[in-house]
């Protein structure tokens, strides 16, 4: 087993912040990312399809009955300490959260997170 220094260790790390954002509409998801990588340079983001219900369509249900589940996009992006603050609130506007039923935004900070990055030569997915 190999010796890990853990001042090597350190150097390697910066502080970062995940932000997690849970939208509705797979229009707003699509729009979130592009807006991410074009206008904020973000190359650290995720995107996952989730199915669930929400609490107010489980209020609107009809007794006996389950509300349909409809699926929602999580969205998570690794950014350091320093811009998470400007980000979040890129975030907040760009997918449109200040209206109700839109999504929620959260963040969170992480011990630290390693660098990486892909060749130049592959293409950006669309």
Known sequence: ????????????????????????????????LQALYDEQQITRANSINCRGYASLFEARAKAGS?????????????????KADALFDFIFHKAGLDKPGAGIVFMEKLFGASDFSLPDEILKEK
């Open 66 to 82: 389950l509300p349909q589940a409809h699926f929602s996009y999580l969205i998570e992006v690794l950014v350091s300490q320093s």
């Open 1 to 32: 087993m190999a010796n890990i220094n853990p001042e090597a260790q350190s150097e390697s790390r910066e502080a970062v912040k995940l932000i997690s954002c849970l939208v509705n509409s797979e229009k707003v998801q699509k729009e979130l």
